[in-house]
């Protein structure tokens, strides 16, 4: 029998060939007793094969290439199909951060010393407003995903009961934290004291800098946030009501129903509109 590692470190990544390697070096220092799986999914570039060579005669480090892409499709694939067994605690990374040093071991150290906690986040640590989403992250009892553990038991409560992400959910970090604040239940059972803000652990994230192919990306982030509103009103929805259980395995099968009652905000008109036009188009598909 294969033994299980104390932690397991999922770094997710889609076309991060230019980031990946600092991710990953961010992550050499963690605990001996930490396993370290790049979930690669979907891409179209090197990601694979620079992580590869990153893996390469480390203890316990290894790839799995997903061809399929979408982060949510990815992490359900990852916990509930592919891996033999849970870890006491799960760590996920995105492919684009870095990890500062420790934030692994505190952010194991606030499970084991918070019993009913389902969840443990790191904060960000650079960019404009780190300040204010490190306040705002610890007074909410908030979840980046950037960064952030889970209790391995919760993940088998969870695949026993065979509640899985949307795969084509955008922010699948929403979800998460509402899962784990709930325990699996409906929005009746929430509880913030089921996730741990963790000070001493953290990540950085590449700043937006003025270039054209930076300016591309941080369009296509606004348009990704616009969708994710529109999708977290429908999540909303079904934990207030049904719970999660009523998840859909993909809820581009709910838009034709929704549709009607989404409109562009007046602050964010041009991203929700361009959003608006995926979901119509996914609607149309489904």
């Given at each position: ?53 990153a ?26 199909d ?52 490190r ?59 089921r ?61 034709g ?11 964010h ?15 149309r598909?489904?």
């Amino acid at each position: 029998m294969t033994d299980v590692p104390a932690i397991c470190i999922a770094v997710l990544a889609h076309n991060e060939e230019r980031r990946i390697g600092a991710c990953l070096a961010s992550l050499a220092a963690a605990p001996a007793e930490a396993a370290v799986r790049v979930v690669v999914n979907g891409s179209s570039d090197v990601t694979a094969a620079v992580a590869r060579e990153a893996a390469d005669g480390r203890r316990n480090w290894s790839v799995l290439d997903y061809e399929e892409g979408g982060k949510a499709r990815s992490w359900n694939r990852f916990l509930f199909d592919d891996l033999p067994a849970f870890s006491p605690v799960h760590v996920f990374v995105d492919g684009d951060a870095e990890v500062a040093r420790g934030s692994i071991e505190a952010l194991a150290a606030a499970l084991a010393s918070s019993p009913a906690a389902n969840a443990a986040s790191a904060m960000p640590l650079n960019g404009r407003n780190a300040a204010a989403y490190r306040r705002a992250l610890i007074a909410s009892h908030g979840l980046f995903g950037d960064l952030y553990a889970l209790r391995g038991d919760f993940l088998a409560r969870m695949k026993m009961r065979g509640l899985r992400l949307p795969v084509d959910l955008v922010g699948d970090d929403s979800l998460i934290g509402a899962l784990a604040k709930t325990d699996l239940g409906g929005e009746s059972q929430w509880d913030d004291a089921r996730i741990v803000p963790v000070a001493e652990a953290g990540f950085s994230c590449e700043p937006v800098r003025m270039t054209a192919a930076s300016l591309r990306l941080q369009h296509r982030r606004l348009v990704n946030y616009s969708l994710r509103h529109f999708q977290n009103r429908i999540v909303s929805h079904l934990m207030r009501t049904a719970g999660p259980g009523a998840l859909p395995e993909r809820l581009a099968d709910l838009y034709g129903e929704w549709l009607p009652r989404f409109a562009p905000r007046p602050r964010h008109w041009w991203f929700d509109r361009l959003a608006l036009q995926r979901i119509r188009r996914a609607a149309r598909a489904a």
